[in-house]
């Protein structure tokens, strides 16, 4: 059983440009959460979703951030239009839908590290 | 999500037991311990969780206080491989069919040394 693919591994864009990220769950897995890590900074939770369905997107900035986790596919991350500021390692998380417990982990991916210039 | 208390960064000789403390005092009934660390900006690796009895498994175990209200990760044998930032995470179980999020905080740096 593969592990969370995220790709690319690494990114380079120009300011102004758009960048996709993608993320692949692990198989039988239905939840989806993204994070951002700033260099020398700890992990901050972005969005979380269910296929087809955003459940909480608290995390995400206001403008520009999007996400989805289409019923086929990947889910993805979309920033329109980055800037310097959005740098970083976004990880991907995963955890499948659990009816007997309460309780799942959620295992991550190894992440796309973007670069604008 | 219940806040927690690291200390910042430990040291621990190569072979001995790392104990790694986690103050959660307001945790609640419904929320678990969960641990997890980061190898040099890896993507965070699962460890661990619990409710209220000590866990065990392949890589750690997890005492949990009788009143809940701190825990402690124990590698029982900790190789240079074992340097990381770990992060303890109170989290809550929804039940039957959600998982809510994980909220990470600082850790703790665990330096481990020849």
């Not at chain 1, 700033?38 to 206001?62: R, T």
């Not at chain 1, 239009?81 to 659990?98: E, I, L, M, T, W």
């Not at chain 2, 206080?65 to 340097?83: M, N």
């Not at chain 2, 039957?96 to 909220?103: H, R």
Request: hydrophobic share 30%; aromatic share 8%.
């Amino acid at each position: 059983n593969a592990g969370v693919m995220q790709n690319p591994r690494h990114l380079v864009r120009r300011r102004g440009q758009e960048a996709r990220l993608r993320c692949s769950p692990m198989k039988g897995h239905s939840h989806v959460y993204w994070y951002r890590q700033l260099p020398e900074e700890g992990l901050k939770f972005m969005v979380y979703l269910q296929k087809e369905n955003i459940i909480d997107e608290s995390g995400m900035p206001k403008e520009r951030f999007s996400a989805e986790f289409p019923k086929e596919g990947p889910s993805i991350l979309r920033i329109q239009q980055v800037v310097r500021g959005d740098s970083a390692a976004y990880f991907c998380a995963s955890s499948p839908h659990n009816i007997i417990r309460g309780d799942t982990e959620a295992f991550f991916g190894q992440g796309t590290r973007l670069t604008v210039v | 999500d219940a806040k927690t208390t690291q200390p910042t960064s430990m040291d621990c000789a190569e072979g001995r037991a790392a104990n790694l403390p986690c103050n959660h005092s307001t945790i609640s009934g419904n929320e678990y311990v969960y641990w997890y660390r980061q190898i040099h900006s890896q993507g965070p690796q699962y460890i661990i969780h619990g409710l209220k009895n000590n866990e065990t498994n392949e890589m750690a175990s997890l005492i949990i206080t009788e009143d809940r209200k701190s825990s402690t990760l124990i590698l029982p044998h900790a190789t240079l491989r074992d340097t990381a930032v770990y992060y303890c995470i109170v989290r809550v179980a929804q039940g039957a069919g959600t998982a809510s999020k994980l909220t990470f905080g600082t850790g703790t740096r665990l330096q481990v040394t020849l």
